[in-house]
């Protein structure tokens, strides 16, 4: 496995180019399948057609009504126009629990899933996604969700062919989901899929929530350092409240938007006595990383994926996450954090 990081000290765009190089890598025969929240690239979506063309699979899921509700309509309609991937286009409105009531917390597609055939099966995930477009014509969007190319996120490669199978046979079974039935009974949802160093879950499921039932289950003097780039709400800022109060050493570190972290959850975190930091804002760029290092004396652990600190996140909407023990991927996300903690405000 490894982690590729996309911010101001990378390349722009470095995540942007790590996937398209992999679509144009793909021959007639091979396979891509991807699962997004936000596709705004023309880019992209032109690369995937192309590879459409020359006779590759190709299958992209995105979310039909994102936040930014006409954010994806211009790649929905390259991709699912007359010269567009046909049955290999799906624009994924996700059912409600009750179909009858509509509360604003509608369920979202919130995964970020890459899957590529050649020229090693690999299978990328975490929390980028290609929200922004060459050329730029809606800023308004930019102005609300950040420049995601440029700003703070990740992506991990994994090459383990029976791990790539499964994530592969994940996001074609998501693309084949109808529009109605509770996704927590599904199959791939209740499935942790368990790999040399760690485990990928799926949300909503049955189970516990595999984050807190892992935190859960560590020793009182595990160190605990979350990156977060969205956290809302009482509840979700008293879970780290109650982590702190089985007497885990907690540092926190957020985005400096009051949209995506308001002063309240702050207010919480704070008054129990959490260390809590946001990334300095004055770049402009989105803090989007959302992981966990855990130290716990002699092993370690690091939790990243698509899921945010939000009750929408946590119980609705379709996430992926991993909790990994690999060493190489402890530290490169360690070196994130250091990265990271550099550039706090006081």
């Known amino acids: 496995m490894r982690a590729f990081f996309g911010g101001p000290k990378a390349s722009p765009g470095y995540l942007w180019d790590l996937l398209a190089e992999r679509i144009k890598a793909v021959p007639a025969g091979g396979s891509i399948d991807w699962v997004t929240y936000y596709f705004r690239d023309r880019r992209l979506a032109e690369d995937l057609l192309a590879?459409?063309?020359?006779?590759?699979?190709?299958?992209?899921?995105?979310?039909?009504?994102?936040?930014?509700?006409?954010?994806?309509?211009?790649?929905?309609?390259?991709?699912?126009?007359?010269?567009?991937?046909?049955?290999?286009?799906?624009?994924?409105?996700?059912?409600?629990?009750?179909?009858?009531?509509?509360?604003?917390?509608?369920?979202?597609?919130?995964?970020?899933?890459?899957?590529?055939?050649?020229p090693q099966p690999v299978a990328f995930l975490g929390s980028y996604n290609p929200s922004g477009d060459q050329p730029e014509e809606c800023l308004e969007i930019i102005r609300e969700i950040g420049d995601q190319n440029r700003g703070y996120n990740v992506l991990v490669g994994m090459t383990d062919p029976r791990l790539v199978r499964h994530l592969v046979a994940h996001a074609r079974c998501l693309h084949r989901m109808k529009g109605y039935g509770n996704r927590s009974f599904s199959l791939y949802n209740n499935l942790e899929l368990q790999t040399k160093n760690g485990v990928i879950f799926f949300l909503p499921s049955l189970l516990p929530h595999p984050v807190m039932r892992f935190l859960h289950s560590l020793s009182s003097d595990a160190r605990l350092k979350f990156v977060i780039s969205h956290l809302k709400g009482p509840t979700m800022a008293r879970k780290l409240v109650k982590l702190a109060r089985k007497g885990f050493q907690i540092q926190v570190l957020t985005d400096a938007t009051a949209r995506r972290v308001p002063a309240s959850a702050e207010k919480i975190i704070r008054?129990?006595?959490?260390?809590?930091?946001?990334?300095?804002?004055?770049?402009?760029?989105?803090?989007?990383?959302?992981?966990?290092?855990?130290?716990?004396?002699?092993?370690?652990?690091?939790?990243?994926?698509?899921?945010?600190?939000?009750?929408?996140?946590?119980?609705?909407?379709?996430?992926?996450?991993?909790?990994?023990s690999d060493a190489g991927l402890y530290k490169a996300f360690t070196s994130r954090w250091e990265e990271l903690i550099g550039q706090t405000e006081d």
């Not at 994102?66 to 211009?74: G, I, K, V």
């Open 51 to 118: 590879a459409h063309r020359r006779g590759v699979r190709v299958t992209v899921t995105i979310e039909k009504h994102p936040r930014s509700s006409h954010a994806n309509d211009l790649v929905s309609e390259m991709l699912a126009g007359p010269q567009g991937l046909g049955a290999g286009f799906r624009s994924l409105s996700l059912p409600l629990l009750l179909p009858r009531l509509r509360t604003g917390w509608e369920p979202h597609l919130h995964e970020k899933l890459y899957c590529f055939s050649h």
């Open 271 to 324: 008054d129990a006595g959490i260390s809590f930091q946001r990334l300095g804002g004055s770049s402009g760029l989105p803090m989007h990383d959302k992981f966990i290092l855990i130290d716990g004396g002699e092993k370690r652990w690091v939790i990243f994926g698509s899921f945010n600190w939000t009750a929408r996140s946590w119980w609705l909407n379709q996430e992926i996450g991993m909790i990994s």
